[in-house]
Structure formats: structure tokens, C-alpha cells
T-cell receptor, first 110, second 113 residues
Framework: SQQGEEDPQALSIQEGENATMNCSYKTSINNLQWYRQNSGRGLVHLILIRSNEREKHSGRLRVTLDTSKKSSSLLITASRAADTASYFCATDASNYQLIWGAGTKLIIKP | SQTIHQWPATLVQPVGSPLSLECTVEGTSNPNLYWYRQAAGRGLQLLFYSVGIGQISSEVPQNLSASRPQDRQFILSSKKLLLSDSGFYLC????????????FGAGSRLTVL
């Protein structure tokens, strides 16, 4: 079953601008992860934030987690054309399964 | 780091024909393995997962089956394909890191006509 919900469903911005995507979930989690999927390809893991963390950085990526609101955000700074992709959040609430959102489609215009 | 090999990349099959998608994993031992299906523009639906050889759990009733004959081999099968089986199939592996971080194959696009 799907528990994560990303918004917006689609986002189109100019190259160089920042992109923010949000994810909401319903149950308690161990961690929350963000993945990127280029069109027609497999997903690539970007970053993981644990339930006891509030913010995490990796290069141009910044992830926040608010467990009281059951939400997370992914910020991509100084966007590039190569960032064009779909971005998915996934929550880990058990040993074996991730629960996936429907994704945000990000388009970076040159 | 893990590498997932998944094949075939593209498959066009008639209704009623059999299916076999294969996935092999390099770079880890005793991984948890997963088969997902992704409809166009949508998220991932978990079909099967396996925590060891011969151990398969199914998440949704369906026309498909999975097998794990070897530690790092995961196969998705069907005896008779339906139109609704069309989609993008992804194999994934979670290694021994402790956190459930997945490495994905490149995917197999199945079109049933």
C-alpha cells in the first residue's frame, strides 16, 4: 500500500533556481529516504534521514524531517538541467518493506 | 557497492504467453530482494520480496509468481500473461547495511498485446 504522498505532483523551474518537494506519510517510521528516477530507468538512492534526525545535507540536497507532522521536504539548490527527473520518498517502518509515494516530476528549464 | 543486472530490458508479448524476467545481484551476500511494478507516471507497487533462497512473500494477489533459486538470483514469472500485466518492472536489492536502502536494476518494460 502507498502511504507517502508527494507534492507537488509536477514542478517546472528555471535552471539555477531552488526546487522544493514535500512528502507526507501516515505511520511511525524508522527512516525516510529520497530516490531519483530518470525517465525509463531504475531508481537511485539519494539520501536517508533517520527518525531522530531533523535535517540532513548531501551536496546540493537538503532534507528535513518533521515527525510530529509526519512530513519531509527535499530541497535541491542551484538546480541544473541534469536534475530533471522524478523524485520519490519512501518510508521504512518495518524490516523488509519501504512504502512509496507517487513521486514529484521535476523539470529544469535551461 | 551493489550492482543489479536485470533483463530483458524490453519485452513485447502476446496475451496468454509465458513470462520470465531475471535479476542477478553482485557485490553483496544474502540480500533482501524485491520485485516492483510501476505504472506510467506512478509510484512503485511491491509485488514480491525475498529474505533468502526459496523464501518468497507475495504482496498482492496476481497472475505473477517469483522464485529465488540462488542467493543472488530473483526471477519473476507468469504462465499466461494478461493485458493488465503490462508495465515497468524493477528488481531491487537491500544489502547488509542495516538500513533498508535499495539498489535498483535498470528495469524491464513489458508490453502485453
Amino acid at each position: 500500500s502507498q502511504q507517502g504522498e508527494e507534492d507537488p505532483q509536477a514542478l517546472s523551474i528555471q535552471e539555477g533556481e531552488n526546487a522544493t518537494m514535500n512528502c507526507s506519510y501516515k505511520t511511525s517510521i524508522n527512516n525516510l529516504q529520497w530516490y531519483r528516477q530518470n525517465s525509463g530507468r531504475g531508481l537511485v538512492h539519494l539520501i536517508l534521514i533517520r527518525s531522530n534526525e531533523r535535517e540532513k545535507h548531501s551536496g546540493r540536497l537538503r532534507v528535513t524531517l518533521d515527525t510530529s507532522k509526519k512530513s519531509s521536504s527535499l530541497l535541491i539548490t542551484a538546480s541544473r538541467a541534469a536534475d530533471t527527473a522524478s523524485y520519490f520518498c519512501a518510508t521504512d517502518a518495518s524490516n523488509y518493506q519501504l512504502i512509496w509515494g507517487a513521486g514529484t516530476k521535476l523539470i529544469i528549464k535551461p | 557497492s551493489q550492482t543489479i543486472h536485470q533483463w530483458p530490458a524490453t519485452l513485447v508479448q502476446p496475451v496468454g504467453s509465458p513470462l520470465s524476467l531475471e535479476c542477478t545481484v553482485e557485490g553483496t551476500s544474502n540480500p533482501n530482494l524485491y520485485w516492483y511494478r510501476q505504472a506510467a507516471g506512478r509510484g512503485l507497487q511491491l509485488l514480491f520480496y525475498s529474505v533468502g533462497i526459496g523464501q518468497i512473500s507475495s504482496e498482492v494477489p496476481q497472475n505473477l509468481s517469483a522464485s529465488r533459486p540462488q542467493d543472488r538470483q530473483f526471477i519473476l514469472s507468469s504462465k499466461k500473461l494478461l493485458l493488465s500485466d503490462s508495465g515497468f518492472y524493477l528488481c531491487a536489492s537491500a544489502g547488509a547495511s542495516g538500513a533498508n536502502v535499495l539498489t535498483f536494476g535498470a528495469g524491464s518494460r513489458l508490453t502485453v498485446l
